[in-house]
């Protein structure tokens, strides 16, 4: 399975966007991209995912380089509540395990 | 949709005991489920896949007399601590995949405190 790679953490300002890099440059070619983040004690939230297209939804953005090696999530007016791990992770095709790395901690301040 | 519940959310017990986690989709069928465990700071580490009616599939390092998983339906798995002792504190975590789909969905998670 394609090992990413992520900042250990970052900071953001509430109210302004958010955006995670990750590095996934051993992809395949039919294998997505998955962001989920984790609140403090909680299990992780699935946030978004993706192949190829940059994807939208209610929580985030997802853009994907055109040589799928890396992607980045957007947070686009990050708030408190948005302070967490975020992992990016691309599991294998089939739906098999899936690893998770290290993350990204982001802290939002006031 | 999407919903995994986890039951108990914490639970305390004596050493030498047993303790059984529930994990459950609440709206749709699972054919896989995954249990993770999560150290104070670290990220989760999965310990074994579950599908539906098999043989879950442990990780490297994970004793699978120890840590006895069940995946009897589409909606449940359970995974049984046995014998626990205090270095098996930790905050369980399970997910399940939906059927015919790549998405996984977590359960909140069970913190067990082992005395």
């Known amino acids: 399975d394609a090992k990413t790679t992520q900042p250990p953490s970052m900071d953001c300002a509430e109210g302004r966007a958010a955006n995670l890099p990750c590095n996934h440059s051993?992809?395949?070619?039919?294998?997505?991209v998955y962001w989920y983040r984790q609140i403090h004690s909680q299990g992780p939230q699935y946030i978004i995912h993706g192949l190829k297209n940059n994807e939208t939804n209610e929580m985030a953005s997802l853009i994907i380089t055109e040589d799928r090696k890396s992607s980045t999530l957007i947070l686009p007016h990050a708030t408190l509540r948005d302070t967490a791990v975020y992992y990016c992770?691309?599991?294998?095709?089939?739906?098999?395990?899936?690893?998770f790395g290290a993350g990204t901690r982001l802290f939002v301040k006031a | 949709g999407a919903v995994v519940s986890q039951h108990p959310s914490w639970v305390i017990c004596k050493s030498g005991t047993s303790v059984k986690i529930e994990c459950r989709s609440l709206?749709?069928?699972?054919?896989?489920m995954f249990w993770y465990r999560q150290f104070p700071k670290q990220s989760l580490m999965l310990m074994a896949t579950?599908?539906?009616?098999?043989?879950?599939?442990?990780e490297q390092g994970v004793e699978k007399d120890k840590f006895l998983i069940n995946h009897a339906s589409l909606t449940l798995s359970t995974l049984t601590v046995t014998s626990a002792h205090p270095e098996d504190s930790s905050f369980y975590i399970c997910s399940a995949r939906d059927k015919g789909k790549e998405t996984q969905y977590f359960g909140p998670g069970t913190r067990l405190l082992v005395l």
């Open positions: 709206d749709f069928q699972a054919t896989t």
């Open positions: 051993t992809i395949s070619g039919n294998e997505y």
């Open positions: 992770i691309v599991p294998p095709t089939g739906g098999f395990k899936t690893i």
């Open positions: 579950s599908n539906e009616g098999s043989k879950a599939t442990y």
